[in-house]
């Protein structure tokens, strides 16, 4: 008989770091494009996997040293081969039981609606924008350019549906959502991706967490995002969800200004590109990075004409020059009272926050 122990303890022995089980009914709230239950309409449970990020990926960027570390290991390593692998293992064992098993990487940005601004359609990142542009007559159409949204069948949703990763945790139990909208574990604090199984095996569920709030409120986040992408909690601009009872609450990021700022950081935070790129601001192309235009998937397309060429992804994932909300949030929960106190035998930040002269 298949039980929720023999989940986890499978996860763990495969190499998860925390595995929660809930049922899927928890997510009953969600629009439908971001209801996982149109994945598998017969699935009952949902099973969330922790995968935790070395807090030392984050030491090159924090120092202002080296870039690659992060999203090669903990996006891509992750990602990619990790979680997959697990996901498998756990899987099997879910099927050998005589249950189906759903298995669900995180994808990232394959939804029917823009995950940067819930608009219909789905929008490409600016890097396979670029790519159709320069390769449109030798390539075919990339499917986020095609409006595809019709729905395969009468109650149904359109295809490639991507969930909200981040509540899902929260419903499996996993941790809360902090208010840069990053997921809290009290293991791990901000540092963790996350991968999921459904499945059509009843379970024994996870209460959601409800210890002591692993949020401060600090507004860190707000203070060292170089774009100033998360307005302070005294603005008001927040977003509220209530997920089967929980009520979830974060800032109303701009989110295609932190794109930009994720990829690119800024004059002050990004060693790649020359100074007097930014100096010149060709044609205003980089009026977005230097705080002259509003954030739009049109100004993001001129950052990334002027700046591409200073740093490929050579690993497949772009290079994490900013990253403020999240050491700054490890930073406040390494002290006495947040969830990662003593942790580390040192802190991860010992002096201010780097940044260039220029």
């Known amino acids: ?11 763990r022995r495969a190499g998860a770091d925390a595995c929660g089980i809930a049922p899927i009914s928890r997510m009953d709230s969600a629009p439908d494009d971001m209801n996982p239950k149109f994945l598998f309409p017969e699935a009952k449970s949902m099973i969330g996997f922790i995968f935790r990020i070395p807090r030392g990926v984050q030491r090159g960027i924090e120092e202002g040293t080296q870039f690659f570390q992060y999203p090669s290991m903990a996006y891509g390593g992750i990602n990619e081969i990790f979680a997959p692998a697990v996901l498998y293992t756990v899987g099997k064992l879910i099927e050998d039981e005589g249950y189906e098993a759903f298995v669900y ?15 219909p359609g789905g929008s490409l990142s600016p890097e396979e924008q670029i790519e159709i542009n320069e390769n449109a007559k030798t390539s075919t159409a990339h499917h986020r350019s095609v409006q595809f949204t019709r ?6 949703v359109a295809p490639d549906l991507q969930f909200h990763f981040r509540l899902a945790a929260v419903a499996c139990g996993l941790g809360e959502i902090g208010y840069s909208k990053m997921l809290l574990t009290p293991q791990f604090g901000p540092l963790q991706r996350l991968a999921f199984i459904f499945t059509d095996a009843e379970l024994e569920y996870d209460e959601m967490y409800n ?13 060292e995002c170089p774009g100033k992408c998360i307005p302070d909690i005294k603005s008001g601009r927040t977003i509220k969800v209530n997920l089967a009872g929980k009520e979830c609450e974060w800032a109303d990021i701009d989110m295609w200004k932190c794109y930009a700022f994720y990829t690119h950081a800024g004059r002050y935070q990004n060693p790649f590109v020359p100074k007097e790129v930014w100096d010149k ?3 205003g192309a980089l009026d977005l990075m230097e705080g002259k235009a509003e954030a739009s998937e049109v100004e993001i397309m001129k950052v990334y004409g002027a700046l591409q060429k200073y740093f490929p992804s050579w690993v497949g994932y772009n ?10 949030c490890v930073s406040r929960l390494e002290m006495k009272d947040g969830c990662l106190a003593g942790r580390f035998e040192a802190p991860l930040r ?9």
């Open 105 to 119: 990487r995180n994808t990232g940005a394959r939804g029917s609606v823009s995950d940067m601004d819930g608009s």
């Open 151 to 156: 729905p395969t069948r009468s109650d149904n």
């Open 211 to 223: 210890g002591e709030p692993l949020c401060k409120k600090c507004m860190r986040c707000v203070r």
């Open 1 to 11: 008989m298949l039980t929720s122990q023999m989940i986890k303890e499978a996860a």
């Open 319 to 328: 290079m994490a020059k900013c990253g403020g909300c999240i050491r700054g």
């Open 281 to 283: 601001n060709e044609n």
């Open 350 to 358: 010992t002096k201010k926050p780097w940044k260039l002269e220029r």
